[in-house]
């Protein structure tokens, strides 16, 4: 049997990375979203300083 390879990427969240966590987000809760209940763009935009400092991963 032979194994897949994955590539996998690591680094820091940027204020670019905003509407790609949104589209996530409605991905995997798409209940919650119908409701509302996600981040939005300008709360997420507001938190600038803080996603800076935070690491993403990234699967390609």
Do not use: C
């Not at 709360?43 to 600038?48: A, I, T, W």
């Not at 803080?50 to 690491?55: D, E, I, K, M, N």
Request: hydrophobic share 40%.
């Amino acid at each position: 049997m032979q194994k897949a390879s994955l590539k996998v990427t690591i680094r820091n969240l940027t204020l670019e990375d905003v509407p790609k966590i949104i589209e996530l987000q409605k991905e995997s809760f798409p209940y919650m979203a119908n409701e509302g209940m996600i981040w939005k763009e300008n709360s997420l935009k507001s938190h600038g300083t803080l996603l800076s400092g935070l690491t993403f991963f990234v699967l390609s």
